[in-house]
């Protein structure tokens, strides 16, 4: 009977140390926080013993069981909602059903997922996009792309652009009763980087008669030549987005080779002929003081030049697209960018704030105090205030 109690008591500490997730003192809910933690951090070492045995890869394990997470495109007394293809690229299309006699707005969102996760048809991003379309009475394309570590980049990118085109030509707009002057570009984290990536491309293309007048990005990744910023520092362990889980998002989005991944995270893989895109990125200089919060600058050491030619990409604006010169930067729309204050990829967000605003392109930054990677697409009180802001923004500049 001892013993039983005992071992009870081990397996109830271990249970209780498993779960138990450190969160800072202004977390909302934070019960709540440490089950989601809790079960990603699960979800994720059972996905990596998976790999580790040889089962399957990491990212295609993981998405198997997040495709159970995807809904049919249900139309409502409100909405049209289809499945189609752009370019060959499946998109799901949000159409208001009340009828209007003026031309409509129109938003194109990419999902995030870090290239490898996630689609259009997750619960998540179609209430999101449910919830914009009915308000702002727009047309929502939520986009897919294709995904690592079946298709490394530039293929995401390049999915994403050729929807993107798709959707801006005349008889697609006409088709959708969108104004080719109320177009807005938006995605959160891989898909904010993509959606920075295309719309920074579009501004050069002299193809495409039809420019957006915004982009909207929700905890946007832009860089991946520093991962010792003070946001990786601080925020390494908190759900959703742990700094391995990044870091691994993003060597998978350029190739399969876990060297690159090895080196991302002692941050020695820049080259050093690349030296001068670092200034790019150099927090120290493009960080408020509030969120350098007395961290001190440590310049990334050099890498494998072998490694860099390699694997070139994460060298590559279409990319990382904070490597931006400040001349691709002025010619960029109205921008709103939305960080969290507890999120590894907030200073990649606030260092893009900076140097728009440097280059005078107009930014709106809201930022989340006590808010974490991921939450717009969830049911949590902290998302209904980020979607709140992030749709009430569009309304009144789209």
């Known amino acids: ?36 933690g809790a079960s990603l951090k699960t ?19 993981t998405m198997f069981f997040m ?16 499945d189609t293809t752009f370019h060959n690229i499946p998109v799901r299309v949000y159409v208001p059903k009340q009828k209007t006699k003026t031309l409509r707005r129109g938003i194109f969102y990419i999902h995030g997922g870090g290239w490898c996760l996630g689609s259009a048809m997750f ?26 570590p079946n298709h490394h980049f530039p293929a995401q990118f390049e999915d ?26 938006s995605g959160d984290s891989a898909g904010g980087n993509l959606a920075v990536a295309v719309v920074q491309q579009l501004q050069g293309d002299q193809d495409v008669k039809v420019k957006v007048k915004v ?33 691994r998002f993003w060597s998978e989005y350029i190739t399969t080779d876990r060297s690159l ?39 990334p050491a050099f890498g494998s030049s072998t490694l860099a030619k390699k694997y070139p990409g994460f060298l590559d604006v279409r990319a990382a697209p904070l490597l931006a010169d400040d001349t691709q930067l002025r010619s960029l729309p109205q921008t709103y960018v939305l960080t969290c204050q507890h999120d590894v990829l907030r200073d990649d967000g606030v260092m893009y704030v900076t140097r728009l605003r440097n280059a005078g392109v107009p930014v709106t930054h809201d930022h989340i105090e006590d808010g974490f990677h991921g939450l717009i697409s969830n049911s949590l009180k902290v998302g209904d205030r980020m979607r709140n802001q992030y749709i009430n923004w569009l309304s009144e500049n789209l």
Not at 52 to 60: E, N, Q, V, Y
Not at 126 to 148: E, H, K, P
Request: hydrophobic residues 45%; aromatic residues 14%.
């Open 67 to 82: 495709s159970f997470l995807e809904t049919p495109p249900t139309s409502d007394e409100n909405l049209t909602v289809v």
């Open 123 to 148: 619960y998540g991003y179609d209430l999101l996009s449910r919830q914009t379309s009915n308000r702002l009475d727009a047309v929502v394309i939520s986009t897919n792309y294709r995904l690592a």
């Open 43 to 61: 979800a994720l070492n059972l996905m990596q013993l998976a790999e580790l045995l040889g089962i399957s890869h990491f990212m295609t394990s």
């Open 160 to 185: 994403v652009y050729n929807s993107l085109r798709w959707f801006l030509s005349q008889d697609v707009l006409q088709e959708y009763g969108v104004d080719p002057k109320r177009i807005g570009v």
């Open 215 to 247: 982009q909207a990005l929700i905890y946007p990744a832009l860089q991946a030549l520093d991962f010792d910023l003070p946001s990786y520092r601080e925020n390494a362990h908190y759900p959703v987005l742990y700094r391995w889980f990044m870091i």
């Open 261 to 299: 991944e090895k080196a991302m995270s002692i941050n020695q893989h820049v080259p050093a002929h690349s030296a001068h895109l670092l200034q790019f990125v150099n927090w120290s200089s493009l960080l408020p003081e509030r969120f350098q919060k007395g961290h001190i600058y440590k310049k």
């Open 1 to 36: 009977m001892g013993r039983n109690v005992f071992l009870f008591l081990i397996v109830g500490v271990l249970g209780a140390w498993y779960l138990y997730t450190p969160l800072p003192a202004n977390s909302e809910q934070p019960w709540a926080l440490m089950f989601m």
